[in-house]
């Protein structure tokens, strides 16, 4: 495999795509092939990842939210490699008879070759359009290779629930975070309904009088969910006016159970199987809540183009809190 990858090469690739996919005639008889595109979508995943189920991921993105993708797949130690290859990633609408298609590049890379990936992602990316990064690797992610990765991107997407370290993965993205690169984090994007369930809960007069009454709040967590429960606290905490916050394992927990105490207020989230069921006092209702996919959080996250201030204040809050020696 080359050891090198010539841009201009992979930039002709996808014109000769183009030619490829558009038959003559077609276009005059309302047939053939319209290029979408709205972004830059970069994947970073490892070679061993299931091809087929991110395939159907994206693919599942691509109506929504279509982009050049430019899927790296990391190879990890060995001889340093960078191959490459481009394809179509297309379907047709309901009722046409046009197909629409994104491109799409897939490229292999070895971790002494992790160096050389910004010089040659930065030019295969659309002009004038945001350079969304995605990264699936919590390998990567801890690298010195992956900060300019990063700063090549308007935003980075990346899943601090698949890292080693919750409390330094905290840590790190906060840091990462002040140096001025735009993040999402999907750990708090799987907590949006909870969010939005608890916000609803204080829309209510009556309960929202009680709210500078809380006292502490507590937040269980299952295996994999801690920097989500870290994530909760701190928003609630930060809501509430900072009251006592206990964020701790529960074996009995599914995923999170969140609990707010104060002066005659005891609010309480929790899911069971497929629902989530809120408790107010003595009041309790239940909202269906299925498993957020990779496909409806990244649906969440690329519609999210601006920064999130809120986001960002509770990550900052959650570092301090989960990690408060690194501050």
């Given amino acids: 495999m080359a050891a090198t990858l010539s841009t201009d090469h992979i930039l002709k690739e996808l014109s000769d795509l183009w030619v490829t996919l558009g038959k ?30 991110l395939g159907e991921t994206i693919a599942a993105l691509m109506p929504e939210h279509p982009a050049r993708t430019i899927i790296i797949r990391l190879r990890g130690a060995g001889e340093r490699t960078l191959a490459e290859r481009v394809y179509a990633q297309c ?15 897939e490229i292999i890379a070895s971790d002494s070759a992790l160096a050389d990936l910004p010089p040659v992602v930065l030019p295969l990316a659309v002009p004038d359009l945001p350079l969304i990064v995605w990264c699936r690797s919590a390998r990567l992610a801890g690298m010195p290779e992956f900060r300019r990765i990063a700063e090549m991107a308007r935003k980075v997407v990346i899943d601090s629930s698949t890292m080693p370290d919750p409390r330094e993965s905290l840590s790190r993205l906060a840091a990462v975070a002040g140096r001025g690169v735009m993040l999402g984090d999907l750990a708090w994007t799987r907590i949006t309904r909870w969010r939005a369930m608890l916000s609803q809960v204080f829309e209510n007069r009556e309960t929202l009088a009680l709210l500078p009454g809380v006292s502490k709040v507590q937040v269980a967590f299952a295996p994999s969910y801690e920097t989500a429960a870290w994530y909760m606290g701190a928003w609630i905490a930060n809501a509430a006016g900072h009251p006592e916050l206990a ?22 989230l929790m899911r069971q199987e497929a629902r ?50 690194k501050q």
Avoid at 27 to 37: F, I, K, N, Q, T
Avoid at 248 to 266: A, F, H, I, K, M
Avoid at 310 to 324: D, G, I, K, Q
């Fill in 24 to 53: 003559p005639g077609e276009a005059e008889s309302g047939a053939g092939v319209l290029r979408a595109c709205s972004l830059t979508l970069v994947v970073l995943a490892e070679e061993s990842e299931d091809v087929g189920a």
């Fill in 91 to 105: 379907w047709m609408p309901f009722g046409q008879r046009r197909q629409i298609c994104c491109e799409q590049v």
């Fill in 247 to 268: 964020v701790q394992p529960d074996p009995d927990v599914n995923s999170l159970r969140v609990e707010l105490t104060g002066e005659n207020l005891r609010v309480v």
């Fill in 276 to 325: 989530l069921t809120v408790a107010v006092n003595e009041i309790t209702n239940c909202t269906s809540l299925s498993a957020p996919t990779d496909y409806l959080l990244m649906r969440e996250e690329l519609g999210i183009v601006r920064r999130d201030a809120v986001f960002e204040e509770t990550l900052a809050s959650a570092a301090r809190l989960a990690y408060p020696g």
